[in-house]
């Protein structure tokens, strides 16, 4: 495509943008205009190599043409028909390539839109089957400090991001949390899954102690992303699993990043070896091409909620879109590609030259740990006096514009690019950041 002809807006006014500094980006916009492979393009056609895969989600690269295709073949078969009391082919079809995707037992799959409106319908389809089995004191939700479910009243609740919720008042009742896992006095610059802080899951018991049986179900992320990739400690998730069987709650991991090949298996269950109840998805389940995310669940879960309820409609949840056909024919595509080019296997292959070049960044000045596993990586800088982030945001900015995508939350740069990254794109990457931290120290 010719460069010159890529959109270029006249105006920035209108749109508000979600999660952003709007008064600086509408004096210093930052735009894309295309993407290919690895590549982000801007406007003017200055290459930006994509070192997070949009936001965790372009897991098989950008502009895959088997998906682009497949999106506008189903566009003209069928732009939408509704899946409340009526169904599709393809929806069908989507499911049950998630489902052959999930861990054993995990088969029963229910469409939403996002990440956000995943974690609530997970939340919500844990309290139905509390309830479906006779457990309707059950309505406690916990999560952990530090976790992102998105930005729903539920997964903003159970969510432990003080800066999320300190706008909006009150949260959603009956929530407590977990304490993170993140321990730098022992853990920093671990390489993989840190030896100390398998105990933390041991909180759930002080938990049960103080709620009694009416906690439903604990959410977590099995590495949480947001909030500057927090790896669980050995053994963390094993204990975390006993203590919900113990005490008849459920698990539900969040694997909106951690889903569809992000730690070099499909799922971070797998890779974690500890299979929640429910765990809900998005981004890389149709690679962001359309919008879409699904929970999925044990055939208990679903058959206790279904089987438990009179005749008639047995979960009243649901939205417009759940298994819209474009996001349908997305996601069938999106699963295609991830086994016949085996993304997770990729992944796998180059973790380890990913974890020595992202721990090389150690001896960069303000670098106070490096973190990793599967492809993510984060590296955690010291935050400059009395301006917190302000020291990250300032690499970000210059890594834009030497031509390598980064994202930050706080103080910490958070990678996770396309699962096809080669070498020389994580040496380019990481050589940019390098020079970045050095010329903002
Ligand atoms: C673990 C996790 N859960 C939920 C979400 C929310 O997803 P969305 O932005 O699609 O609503 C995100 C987004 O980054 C996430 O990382």
């Known amino acids: 495509m010719n460069e010159m002809s890529l959109p270029r807006p006249n105006n920035l006014d209108s749109f508000w943008m979600p999660y952003s500094d709007n008064r600086y980006f509408k004096a210093n916009p930052r735009l894309l ?59 069908f079809e989507a499911a049950a390539r998630v489902a052959e995707m999930t861990p054993a037992g995990i088969d029963r799959v229910f469409f939403t839109n996002s990440g956000s409106e995943s974690a609530d319908t997970a939340l919500k389809i844990a309290l139905a089957y509390q309830k479906a089995r006779g457990q309707s004191q059950r309505v406690r939700l916990i999560g952990r400090e530090r976790g992102y479910h998105g930005v729903g009243f539920g997964g903003m609740s159970v969510g432990g991001i003080g800066g999320n919720r300190k706008q909006f008042g009150a949260m959603l009742p009956y929530v407590d949390h977990l304490p993170h896992t993140h321990d730098p006095a022992r853990n920093a610059f ?22 009694g049986d009416t906690i439903a179900a604990v959410m977590v992320e099995p590495v949480a992303g947001s909030t500057g990739v927090l790896v669980p400690p050995k053994g963390y998730l094993q204990r975390l699993r006993e203590l919900c069987d113990k005490h008849g709650i459920l698990l539900i991991y969040d694997e909106v990043i951690t889903g569809f090949g992000r730690l070099g298996t499909d799922f971070g269950a797998e890779r974690l070896g ?103 990586a984060g590296i955690e800088l010291a935050p400059r006096e009395g301006k917190p982030g302000a020291r990250a945001m300032d690499v970000f900015r210059r890594c834009f514009d030497e031509g390598v995508l980064i994202r930050v939350t706080g103080d910490i740069v958070a990678l996770s690019p396309p699962l096809i990254v080669e070498k020389p794109h994580v040496d380019r990457m990481m050589g940019t950041l390098a020079d970045a931290i050095h010329a903002i120290a």
């Open 33 to 91: 205009a295309r993407a290919e492979g690895m590549s982000y393009f801007t406007p003017e056609g200055r290459e930006v190599l994509d070192g997070t895969a949009g936001l965790w989600c372009c897991n098989a690269g950008h502009g895959r043409r088997e998906i682009v295709e497949a999106i506008q073949k189903q566009a003209a078969i069928m732009d939408f028909a509704p899946t409340f009391q009526l169904g599709h082919p393809i929806a």
């Open 190 to 211: 671990t390489k993989g899954m840190p030896e100390h802080g398998a105990e933390l899951a041991n909180k759930l018991e002080d938990l049960v102690a103080l709620h």
């Open 274 to 376: 500890v299979a929640p109840d429910i765990m809900t998805m998005a981004k890389g389940l149709t690679n962001a091409a359309v919008p879409m995310g699904a929970v999925a669940t044990t055939n208990e879960v679903y058959e206790t909620v279904v089987e438990g309820s009179p005749a008639g409609i047995e979960l009243f949840h649901g939205y417009t879109y759940s298994g819209h056909p474009l996001a349908s024919a997305a996601a069938i595509a999106t699963l295609a590609l991830h086994r016949e080019e085996d993304l997770p296997g990729r992944a796998r292959a180059i973790e380890p030259y990913w974890e020595e070049a992202a721990h090389s960044l150690r001896s960069a000045p303000g670098v106070v740990d490096i973190r990793n596993f599967g492809l993510i």
